[in-house]
C-alpha cells in the first residue's frame, strides 16, 4: 500500500515537473545591443536568423514553436515582435536578453503591423480589419477595409496609412485623423507589398499576378489621388522595395527557371533608368527580413 502510495505521489510530481516546463517560457541567445543586425524569419524552418550586417555571418537561430511569418522592431530597439497568419496570439522577445518579454493574443489571420512612435496598426487579412492598438496589446479602434487587407505603409506627408491588398487589385487609402477609408483604388492582382516614395509623390507597389499572368511590372501610384501614373519593368514578380537617397530597388521573387533578381530604378518612375542585379535568394517568399540594428 505505501509502494502504491509513492509510486503515485511520484507521477503526480512528474506530471507538475512536465507541466512547468511545457509553460516556461524559451530563453534563446542574446544578441548583442552593440552590433548592426539584420533579422531573417525563415517560414519554412519556422525559425528567426540574426545575421552580422558587417560580416554577413549569422549570430544565432532562434528555432521557434509557432508558424512565425513576420518580425517587427518596436521603437525602444531592443524589443522584437513576432506574429503569424495562422498564429492566434504575438509575442515580444527582448533581443539583448533573449527572454520572452510578454505575448497577446489576436484573431488568426495577422499579415503585417505597422509601428508609429505611440500605436501599432495591425493587418488583418481575414477579417478584413486594420486594428489600431496599444504596445500592450489593447486595441483602441478597429478601422473596417475592403477584402484581404495584406501590408500596410505610412504616408506622413499626406497623412494616411496605405493598404495593400492581396485579393482583387486594390489598394485603400485610410485618413490618420479620422481612422477612415477615405479612397479605394485599382491595382495590380495579388499585390503584397508596397513603398512610399515622398519626394516624388508616389506609391511603388508590386506582387505576384493572378492566374496564368506573371506579373512583371511594378505600378507606380500618385500619393495624392491614387491614380496610376506608371508601370515600371522588372523581373519576375516584383515583391518588396527598398529605397536609397537616389534609387528604388526592387527584389524580385523569380521563378522556377530564374533567380531572384534586383533592379535599381531612379528616383522618378517615368525616366525609367535602371540596372539589374541577380542575387542568390532563392526562397526569397519564406523570408521576411528587418533591420535590428542596435547602433
Same mark, same amino acid.
Given at each position: 500500500?505505501?509502494?502504491?502510495?509513492? $509510486?503515485?505521489?511520484?507521477?503526480?510530481?512528474?506530471?507538475?515537473?512536465?507541466?512547468?516546463?511545457?509553460?516556461?517560457?524559451?530563453?534563446?541567445?542574446?544578441?548583442?545591443?552593440?552590433?548592426?543586425?539584420?533579422?531573417?524569419?525563415?517560414?519554412?524552418?519556422?525559425?528567426?536568423?540574426?545575421?552580422?550586417?558587417?560580416?554577413?555571418?549569422?549570430?544565432?537561430?532562434?528555432?521557434?514553436?509557432?508558424?512565425?511569418?513576420? $518580425?517587427?522592431?518596436?521603437?525602444?530597439?531592443?524589443?522584437?515582435?513576432?506574429?503569424?497568419?495562422?498564429?492566434?496570439?504575438?509575442?515580444?522577445?527582448?533581443?539583448?536578453?533573449?527572454?520572452?518579454?510578454?505575448?497577446?493574443?489576436?484573431?488568426?489571420?495577422?499579415?503585417?503591423?505597422?509601428?508609429?512612435? *505611440?500605436?501599432?496598426?495591425?493587418?488583418?487579412?481575414?477579417?478584413?480589419?486594420?486594428?489600431?492598438?496599444?504596445?500592450?496589446?489593447?486595441?483602441?479602434?478597429?478601422?473596417?477595409?475592403?477584402?484581404?487587407?495584406?501590408?500596410?505603409?505610412?504616408?506622413?506627408? *499626406?497623412?494616411?496609412?496605405?493598404?495593400?491588398?492581396?485579393?482583387?487589385?486594390?489598394?485603400?487609402?485610410?485618413?490618420?485623423?479620422?481612422?477612415?477609408?477615405?479612397?479605394?483604388?485599382?491595382?495590380?492582382?495579388?499585390?503584397?507589398?508596397?513603398?512610399?516614395?515622398?519626394?516624388?509623390?508616389?506609391?511603388?507597389?508590386?506582387?505576384?499576378?493572378?492566374?496564368?499572368?506573371?506579373?512583371?511590372?511594378?505600378?507606380?501610384?500618385?500619393?495624392?489621388?491614387?491614380?496610376?501614373?506608371?508601370?515600371?519593368?522588372?523581373?519576375?514578380?516584383?515583391?518588396?522595395?527598398?529605397?536609397?537617397?537616389?534609387?528604388?530597388?526592387?527584389?524580385? *521573387?523569380?521563378?522556377?527557371?530564374?533567380?531572384?533578381?534586383?533592379?535599381?530604378?531612379?528616383?522618378?518612375?517615368?525616366?525609367?533608368?535602371?540596372?539589374?542585379?541577380?542575387?542568390?535568394?532563392?526562397?526569397?517568399?519564406?523570408?521576411?527580413?528587418?533591420?535590428?540594428?542596435?547602433?
Amino acid at each position: 500500500m505505501e509502494d502504491a502510495y509513492d $509510486a503515485s505521489s511520484f507521477l503526480f510530481l512528474l506530471i507538475i515537473v512536465v507541466l512547468l516546463a511545457s509553460c516556461t517560457p524559451e530563453t534563446y541567445t542574446p544578441i548583442p545591443r552593440n552590433k548592426s543586425v539584420v533579422g531573417v524569419v525563415n517560414i519554412k524552418e519556422q525559425s528567426l536568423s540574426f545575421v552580422d550586417y558587417n560580416t554577413k555571418k549569422t549570430m544565432a537561430t532562434w528555432k521557434m514553436k509557432n508558424p512565425v511569418t513576420k $518580425a517587427i522592431l518596436l521603437p525602444d530597439g531592443d524589443t522584437v515582435m513576432l506574429f503569424g497568419q495562422d498564429m492566434d496570439e504575438m509575442m515580444m522577445y527582448t533581443l539583448s536578453t533573449g527572454k520572452e518579454k510578454k505575448r497577446w493574443r489576436v484573431n488568426k489571420g495577422v499579415t503585417d503591423v505597422l509601428v508609429t512612435k *505611440h500605436e501599432l496598426l495591425v493587418v488583418n487579412e481575414k477579417d478584413g480589419t486594420v486594428s489600431v492598438m496599444t504596445f500592450d496589446g489593447k486595441v483602441k479602434e478597429t478601422i473596417a477595409t475592403p477584402p484581404s487587407p495584406f501590408s500596410i505603409v505610412a504616408d506622413d506627408k *499626406h497623412r494616411q496609412w496605405i493598404v495593400i491588398h492581396f485579393k482583387d487589385g486594390a489598394i485603400s487609402f485610410i485618413d490618420q485623423a479620422t481612422k477612415r477609408v477615405k479612397r479605394t483604388v485599382d491595382t495590380l492582382d495579388f499585390a503584397v507589398s508596397g513603398l512610399v516614395v515622398a519626394e516624388t509623390d508616389e506609391l511603388w507597389v508590386g506582387g505576384h499576378g493572378s492566374g496564368a499572368y506573371i506579373q512583371q511590372e511594378a505600378y507606380v501610384h500618385s500619393l495624392v489621388d491614387g491614380r496610376l501614373l506608371a508601370r515600371v519593368k522588372a523581373e519576375t514578380m516584383p515583391i518588396q522595395f527598398s529605397q536609397t537617397s537616389e534609387a528604388v530597388y526592387v527584389l524580385c *521573387h523569380g521563378s522556377k527557371s530564374s533567380n531572384c533578381t534586383a533592379a535599381r530604378f531612379v528616383l522618378k518612375a517615368n525616366e525609367g533608368k535602371e540596372r539589374q542585379y541577380t542575387c542568390n535568394c532563392r526562397y526569397t517568399m519564406r523570408y521576411s527580413t528587418t533591420d535590428l540594428s542596435h547602433d
